[in-house]
């Protein structure tokens, strides 16, 4: 059996008058994620990994801020059609591993609901997605509540001869 892993980090800051939206779940909020998109960090990552893990560049390549079509563009299209870019390649989603880091709001309430997300676009089971919530103990642009951080690490395997 064949594997490969990928692993995504991706940033964004937090603005006024922007819905916060994590893991494809929006949350409440007086500050949400700046992006052309809707600037869903951790969706953002995951796509990232997911692409990475076989070397097929980055959500930058494949779905550029300079498109009009991706203006605004839901996260969890940027996931499924990065996701079907995998399928594509013979390979399928043994897990995903992720870290969101942003000082507040609290996210914790809503873990199970992104998990539930991301399962549902990535057509795996809960048990296959994990999101973890942290701090920055307020240092640096994350602690000071400019901005947030997610980290993802996914493992696929090989499914098919392509």
């Given at each position: 059996?064949?594997f490969r892993?990928?692993?995504?980090?991706?940033?964004?800051?937090?603005v006024?008058?922007?819905?916060l939206?994590l893991?494809?779940?929006?949350?409440?909020?007086?500050?949400?994620?700046?992006?052309h998109?809707d600037?869903?960090v951790?969706?953002?990552?995951?796509?990232?990994?997911l692409l990475?893990?076989?070397a097929?560049?980055?959500?930058g390549?494949h779905?550029?801020?300079?498109?009009a079509?991706?203006?605004?563009i839901?996260?969890?299209?940027?996931l499924k059609?990065?996701?079907?870019l995998?399928?594509?390649h013979?390979y399928r989603?043994v897990?995903?591993?992720t870290a969101?880091?942003?000082?507040k709001?609290?996210i914790?309430p809503?873990l199970?609901?992104?998990?539930?997300?991301?399962?549902?676009?990535l057509?795996?089971?809960?048990?296959?997605?994990?999101?973890?919530a942290?701090t920055?103990?307020k240092?640096?642009?994350v602690?000071?509540?400019?901005?947030a951080?997610?980290y993802?690490v996914?493992?696929l395997?090989?499914?098919?001869?392509?």
């Amino acid at each position: 059996m064949k594997f490969r892993i990928g692993n995504g980090y991706d940033v964004h800051q937090l603005v006024k008058g922007r819905k916060l939206v994590l893991g494809g779940v929006e949350i409440p909020s007086e500050f949400g994620l700046l992006g052309h998109s809707d600037a869903d960090v951790l969706l953002h990552a995951i796509s990232d990994a997911l692409l990475g893990a076989l070397a097929l560049g980055d959500i930058g390549i494949h779905f550029p801020d300079t498109a009009a079509e991706n203006k605004d563009i839901d996260s969890r299209v940027i996931l499924k059609k990065s996701y079907d870019l995998v399928l594509q390649h013979g390979y399928r989603l043994v897990n995903c591993d992720t870290a969101l880091v942003l000082e507040k709001p609290k996210i914790a309430p809503y873990l199970l609901q992104m998990r539930k997300s991301i399962a549902e676009v990535l057509s795996c089971g809960i048990e296959d997605v994990s999101v973890k919530a942290t701090t920055s103990e307020k240092m640096g642009f994350v602690g000071r509540g400019e901005g947030a951080v997610a980290y993802a690490v996914v493992l696929l395997e090989k499914t098919e001869s392509v």
